[in-house]
Nanobody
Framework: QVQLVESGGGLVEPGGSLRLSCSAS????????MGWYRQAPGNERELVAV???????NYGDSVKGRFTISRGDAKDTVYLEMNSLKPEDTAVYYC??????????????WGQGTQVTVTS
């Protein structure tokens, strides 16, 4: 089973920056994709940024040019650098990892979420 541990959320003023981290632990054979989604009250969960094991990056339209996702050297950790934050970035940010725990068993795991609040 894969566990995801997130850190780095908090309160920041508009225009500020935050860095989120997510580390995967447990039993897994591959991590095919790892990234961040967010959900604001009353809204559906949406893509923020994802990186695949092949090195492809995908960003939500609303964060392109402001947020950057990167992987740690061991490829079981991802970071989300968030710059030029706006009040509309306020949401619970969830880490997600997808892959295989063995040759045949796929997983799609979520972290518990970390709150990001952008307000003056």
């Amino acid at each position: 089973q894969v566990q995801l541990v997130e850190s780095g959320g908090g309160l920041v003023e508009p225009g500020g920056s935050l860095r989120l981290s997510c580390s995967a632990s447990g039993s897994f054979y591959t991590i095919n994709a790892m990234g961040w989604y967010r959900q604001a009250p009353g809204n559906e969960r949406e893509l923020v940024a994802v990186v695949t094991s092949g090195g492809s990056y995908n960003y939500g339209d609303s964060v392109k040019g402001r947020f950057t996702i990167s992987r740690g050297d061991a490829k079981d950790t991802v970071y989300l650098e968030m710059n030029s934050l706006k009040p509309e970035d306020t949401a619970v940010y969830y880490c997600n990892a997808r892959g295989y725990s063995d040759y045949v068993s796929a997983y799609d795991e979520w972290g518990q979420g970390t709150q990001v609040t952008v307000t003056s």
